[in-house]
């Protein structure tokens, strides 16, 4: 059975911190790996890493994916409240329909 | 573009009530998804569609059953309701094609269920 596990389960920083986020993860034939912000809503798409060590920026996050270590890590620099959410990653296979299994979260919240 | 449109967003049921939820995209995207989001356990997948006319049940399907009426509307109905069907249900879509990169799932607003 797929598993993606994400660490840690809730964070609580000030403003202007940097965190680092863990996302590991057990996907038969993996394919990609993707991360999602979701505040109040749905969850919305940050970055989708298929190739190990590059690393894909916009702004103040960035993410690589290590697939030796399958695992990839989602840093965000310069900390702003308007960071403050879960950030979910998920595992897509290659199986059957590319099928995505999502790791239960981590909760962020950036204290002003 | 509205993009992944949930309806309703609130619900409350009785237990043995049946209900269905709504979801349309206008992405032209050929596969939709259902999701259940429960605190503690993540976003874990009740049906997916990969195409117009085919369904495949997901990690948690008992108790549900989906419809993929055409290539936009993608609904899940709750025959006979029970409390731990109470959770947030999410609809996806995405555009799947084989040999090329896979695009993001795009997900709805959700639609909160409560069943007492």
């Known amino acids: 059975e797929d598993k993606v596990v994400q660490s840690p389960l809730s964070l609580v920083v000030h403003e202007g911190d940097t965190v680092t986020l863990n996302c590991s993860y057990e996907v038969t034939n993996f394919r990609s790996l993707l991360w999602y912000k979701q505040e109040k809503k749905a969850p919305t798409f940050l970055f989708m890493l298929t190739s190990s060590g590059i690393e894909k920026k916009s702004g103040r996050l960035s993410s690589i994916l290590d697939k030796k270590e399958l695992s990839s890590i989602l840093n965000i620099t310069a900390t702003q409240t308007g960071d403050s959410a879960i950030y979910l990653c998920a595992g897509i296979s290659n199986f059957g329909n590319e099928k995505l299994t999502f790791g239960t979260g981590t909760r962020l919240t950036i204290i002003p | 573009n509205a993009g992944v449109t949930q309806t309703p967003k609130f619900q409350v049921l009785k237990t043995g009530q049946s209900m269905t939820l709504q979801c349309a995209q206008d992405m032209n995207h050929n596969s939709m998804y259902w999701y259940r989001q429960d605190p503690g356990m993540g976003l874990r997948l009740i049906y997916y569609s990969a195409s117009e006319g085919t369904t495949d049940k997901g990690e948690v399907p008992n108790g549900y059953n989906v419809s993929r009426l055409n290539k936009r509307e993608f609904s899940l109905r709750l025959e006979s309701a029970a409390p731990s069907q109470t959770s947030v249900y999410f609809c996806?879509?995405?555009?799947?094609?084989?040999?090329?990169?896979?695009?993001?799932?795009?997900f709805g607003n959700g639609t909160r269920l409560t069943v007492t």
């Open positions: 996806a879509s995405k555009f799947e094609a084989r040999g090329v990169d896979n695009s993001p799932l795009h």
